[in-house]
């Protein structure tokens, strides 16, 4: 059983379970408030799963791409949420949680995810489709694109449906965690996917002082 926590987008926690499946999730689409709903995210997912975190076998975390401030929080609530239950943590790229999603819907063949990543940019990422233990195969990306140049980067010129995400699904995120581990397959770097430098950036030194 996982908790898993996204923010790359909006705000997503759940609980999951391979067995059981989905137990709880609650999202949020707002981009802007991740370090305030967090903590309380967490604990009313729990809540409703009727989970106590000792039950959990470890803690799935999103990984983006997604913009420097809100992935952050995330991917810090993961690891301190993990480090307190002593647990492991279990990367996973937030993109892959959106694919298999809409293959779950039922959508086949090649997919395009795309999401905001602010400055008038876009994150992408390209499938091809499932394999046999329907996990998402990921043929592109994750990458970083201007709107006009998107095509050219991830699709080169071919013609495959595209799905904008809002928000990432951590319930998704968790189920994808947990086939993965099931079928002994690698999860994803624990490095977060921001893909580009932080809005801000720490000075070099201190400054001068003058009389």
């Known amino acids: 059983m996982l908790l898993a926590i996204d923010t790359s987008a909006g705000t997503s926690v759940a609980v999951v379970d391979r067995e059981g499946g989905v137990l709880s999730e609650l999202t949020r689409v707002d ?3 991740h370090a305030e709903v967090i903590g309380g995210m967490i604990r009313d ?5 009727s989970v106590d975190p000792d039950e959990l076998s470890g803690v799935a975390a999103g990984m983006g791409p997604g913009p420097f401030t809100g992935l952050r929080v995330g991917v810090a609530a993961a690891k301190a949420f993990a480090l307190g239950i002593g647990k492991p943590v279990v990367p996973i790229v937030s993109h892959d949680a959106v694919a298999l999603e809409r293959y779950a ?3 086949t063949g090649p997919l395009l995810v795309v999401t905001d990543a602010r400055r008038r940019e876009l994150y992408w990422s390209t499938y ?3 394999d046999q233990l329907g996990i998402p195969l990921r043929t592109g990306g994750p990458g970083l694109s201007k709107p006009d140049e998107l095509e050219r980067a991830a699709l080169q010129g071919a013609d495959v449906p595209r799905y904008d995400a809002a928000s990432v699904s951590a319930g998704q995120l968790g189920l994808l965690a947990e086939w ?3 079928a002994r397959r ?6 977060p996917l921001y893909l580009r430098s932080p809005d801000v950036t720490p ?3 201190p400054k001068r002082v003058t009389a």
């Open 31 to 33: 981009t802007m408030r």
């Open 45 to 49: 997912a729990l809540a409703q799963a």
């Open 105 to 107: 819907w039922g959508h």
């Open 128 to 130: 091809g489709g499932v």
């Open 180 to 182: 993965l581990y099931a």
């Open 186 to 191: 690698p999860f994803a770097d624990d490095r």
């Open 203 to 205: 000075s070099s030194g």
